[in-house]
Each structure stands twice: as C-alpha cells, then as structure tokens.
T-cell receptor, first 113, second 113 residues
Framework: GDSVTQMEGPVTLSEEAFLTINCTYT??????LFWYVQYPGEGLQLLLK?????DKGSNKGFEATYRKETTSFHLEKGSVQVSDSAVYFCALSGSSNTGKLIFGQGTTLQVKP | GAGVSQTPSNKVTEKGKYVELRCDPISGHTALYWYRQSLGQGPEFLIYFQGTGAADDSGLPNDRFFAVRPEGSVSTLKIQRTERGDSAVYLC???????????FGSGTRLTVV
C-alpha cells in the first residue's frame, strides 16, 4: 500500500543553518504531496504542497520539489529561525481520491539561538 | 467559529468505558475527517464524511469505533469498550469540498487507564 518515510529526528540546528528533512514515498498512481507543520500546542497546519512531478511547493521560506524519479519530496529552508521549531510531517494523497492523507511519522526540528 | 473545534481537549477514561469525542468543523465545510495520532507517529486516517454520509470508513480499526454526522455539521466519534491501546490524540479536520486544503483542530487527547 501507499506509504511515506521521513528521516528520524530530532534534528537540532543553530539559527540561520540550512535545513533538509528527507521524505520518500511509495504510491500507486500520481499522488499529491504535502508538508504539514505542528507548532507546540497547536493543530496541524498545511505548510506547502505539490500536485504533480517537478512541481515546487513553497511557503514561509520553505521549499520542496516533487521528484517522481526518486519518489522524494524533501523539505528545505535556507536559514532557519528559532520560531521554526516544530514537528514536520510529510504526507501524500491516498489513491481513493477522497481527500484521505497518508502521513509519515514526523520529524522534530529544534532550532537553538 | 473561525477554526475546527474539538471537545474535550483531554479525556481520561477507564478501560471498558464508552467515550464520545466531538468535532465542530468550520461552518460551510462539507468534508470532515477523523484521524488518530499515537505518540511519536503521524496521523492515521479513520473516516471521511461528505455531508451526512460516511464516504470512506476504511480506517476504523474495528467495530468498537463508530462516527456520526447527522446534520452534516458536527461530528461525534464514539468508542465502545475502550482499551489502553486506544490512547492517542484524535484529530478532526474539515475542508470546503473534499480537497486537500484541510484545517485541523487541536485534537482530543484520550487516555485509557
């Protein structure tokens, strides 16, 4: 079945460091891909998405490119801030076309000043 | 309200008891989703409503779990004969028409003792 695998955390970086969080997927068909973020004490929020191969999603300085050849959707940011500390989830749209999402296990990011 | 509201925010119950978890979606959102998030894991899909009907309940783990949305707005997730393994955060999300632009609530943390 469809699945998402994320790099294990926690990831600890200093402010202004470059961030990469790896995400790979297994899916039938052509899923859409998403990154969600969960800040401490808050609900999950959509960070960015890409709906087809080679699309780049971007938001708040974060970017991810839908790579069909490597079945990947790695999250990157050039310069992280303390306020980016959160749990990041990679997800894909399920094959049933009902809006169902399949999530990875999440990666905790800690940014230190 | 402005967001998806879930009540209660925390629920502690004894093994074997019955619980109900409530979700108030954003007004006008026809699609409603329930997910379950265990500690250290990503959310797992439980059930999807389009209007009043359950369009996809493939994620419900067994017949102890049931959900309703009688008027196409508020939804209730019902768990009978709770087990310790049911302890998790139960997340609700809604979207305008079943697309992937979900808004998640902050969740109900269920602890079965």
């Amino acid at each position: 079945g469809d699945s998402v695998t994320q790099m294990e955390g926690p990831v600890t970086l200093s402010e202004e460091a470059f961030l990469t969080i790896n995400c790979t997927y297994t899916a039938t068909g052509y899923p859409s891909l998403f990154w969600y973020v969960q800040y401490p004490g808050e609900g999950l929020q959509l960070l960015l998405k890409a709906t087809k191969a080679d699309d780049k999603g971007s938001n708040k300085g974060f970017e991810a490119t839908y790579r069909k050849e490597t079945t990947s959707f790695h999250l990157e940011k050039g310069s992280v801030q303390v306020s980016d500390s959160a749990v990041y989830f990679c997800a894909l749209s399920g094959s049933s076309n009902t809006g169902k999402l399949i999530f990875g296990q999440g990666t905790t990011l800690q940014v230190k000043p | 309200g402005a967001g998806v509201s879930q009540t209660p925010s925390n629920k502690v119950t004894e093994k074997g008891k019955y619980v109900e978890l409530r979700c108030d979606p954003i007004s006008g959102h026809t699609a409603l989703y329930w997910y379950r998030q265990s500690l250290g894991q990503g959310p797992e899909f439980l059930i999807y409503f389009q209007g009043t009907g359950a369009a996809d309940d493939s994620g419900l783990p067994n017949d102890r779990f049931f959900a309703v949305r009688p008027e196409g707005s508020v939804s209730t997730l019902k768990i009978q004969r709770t087990e310790r393994g049911d302890s998790a955060v139960y997340l609700c999300a809604s979207s305008l028409d079943g697309n992937y632009g979900y808004t998640f609530g902050s969740g109900t943390r269920l602890t079965v003792v």
